[in-house]
């Protein structure tokens, strides 16, 4: 895990962990002041990666490809109900490519600010295992029972 130290600190300081795709994203995000990491192999994960962050607050931000939207369903899985929160964010703006797909620095590199990203983050409910989080034509499918808790 990348900078598995810083990691280790923020989740004793209980700080957010971002999880992204690639350490260009994460050291991006540490430039703002964010605690972030990244793993070697997209779409693989240790289960040694879940216990260093049991205790974590996890936020998620992936790349908009398909190996990026595989990567966010894999980190869902390993994931859900075993950190000690989740979040699934969908940085509105970012467009789907089949490959090399932008990611959370090309959000940042078209305006936005990490004070954005925190509201955001902010304003997210904890991911649950049946949400649709994006598609790529960016139709977002929901049950009547989610729609109606929006």
Known sequence: MYRLDEVKTGI????????????????????????ATTTTDTLRWDPDHTEILKAAD???LFDYDKAGFRRRDLLCRELHGKVGRLRVIDLQGLEYQESRGQDVSDWLAIGNTTAKLLEIVASTPDYRPNQKIIQEKKI???????????
Do not use: S
């Open 58 to 60: 996890v936020v998620i």
């Open 140 to 150: 977002c499918v929901v049950t009547l029972e989610d729609f109606l808790k929006m």
């Open 12 to 35: 004793e300081k209980g700080k957010k962990i971002y999880l992204v795709e690639g350490e260009k994203d994460a050291d991006r995000l540490i430039r703002g002041g964010l605690v």
